[in-house]
T-cell receptor, first 113, second 111 residues
Framework: KAGVTQTPRYLIKTRGQQVTLSCSPI?????VSWYQQTPGQGLQFLFE???????NKGNFPGRFSGRQFSNSRSEMNVSTLELGDSALYLC????????????FGPGTRLLVL | QKEVEQNSGPLSVPEGAIASLNCTYS??????FFWYRQYSGKSPELIMF????GDKEDGRFTAQLNKASQYVSLLIRDSQPSDSATYLC???????????FGKGTRLHILP
């Protein structure tokens, strides 16, 4: 079974731009969670989508948004990028209702200049 | 109080010894606990999960959970240099089911 895939793997943007990241979960998994990882703050929860609905949301500003499609693929969008948004963005796929363990994708490393 | 706390390390352990990694959590109602390993530049990889009080063993790894003390630990027996990584503790909160991660403990196995 294929793992979680994320695209793009690396991205360089400038302040004020917006960015869209994509995540395809493991086949059959309907839950997708997004995390931001920085050296100082560690892994911070952004949001979770399940069956195209946002199920949970972390403490991030409204510039961070996401959505999920009917095939469970998910996108997250960050508008008006700031320098502090430079981070590794990780997507995790979960088979809710099973053992509910999360499996992470390789991540998208975003650099904001 | 942080929701999930870990000593950042680095924790240095001689090869072949037992590495002990600790984690405390604040939500007393939490039911599910996870340990992830993350190599530098890579994404977290699930090592173990534990739901019940006591010990759970999987190969060289043992997870220990004490809900009364709100404490979960990971023991790595016969430590190998390949075990050198950052170990993340994660807790699934009661109520909203969010999974919250600690900042991780860096483990260095000395050859």
């Amino acid at each position: 079974k294929a793992g979680v895939t994320q695209t793009p793997r690396y991205l360089i943007k400038t302040r004020g731009q917006q960015v869209t990241l994509s995540c395809s979960p493991i086949s059959g998994h309907r839950s997708v969670s997004w995390y931001q990882q920085t050296p100082g703050q560690g892994l911070q929860f952004l949001f979770e989508y399940f069956s195209e609905t946002q199920r949970n949301k972390g403490n991030f500003p409204g510039r961070f948004s996401g959505r999920q499609f009917s095939n469970s693929r998910s996108e997250m969008n960050v508008s008006t990028l700031e320098l502090g948004d430079s981070a590794l963005y990780l997507c995790a796929s979960t088979n809710r209702g099973s053992q509910e363990t999360q499996y992470f994708g390789p991540g998208t490393r975003l650099l904001v200049l | 109080q942080k929701e999930v706390e870990q000593n950042s390390g680095p924790l240095s352990v001689p090869e072949g010894a037992i590495a002990s990694l600790n984690c405390t959590y604040s939500d007393r109602g939490s039911q599910s606990f996870f340990w992830y390993r993350q190599y530098s530049g890579k994404s977290p990889e699930l090592i173990m999960f534990i739901y019940s009080n006591g010990d759970k063993e999987d190969g060289r790894f043992t997870a220990q959970l004490n809900k009364a003390s709100q404490y979960v630990s990971l023991l790595i027996r016969d430590s190998q240099p390949s075990d050198s990584a950052t170990y993340l503790c994660a807790v699934k909160k009661s109520g909203d089911d969010k999974i919250i991660f600690g900042k991780g403990t860096r483990l260095h196995i000395l050859p």
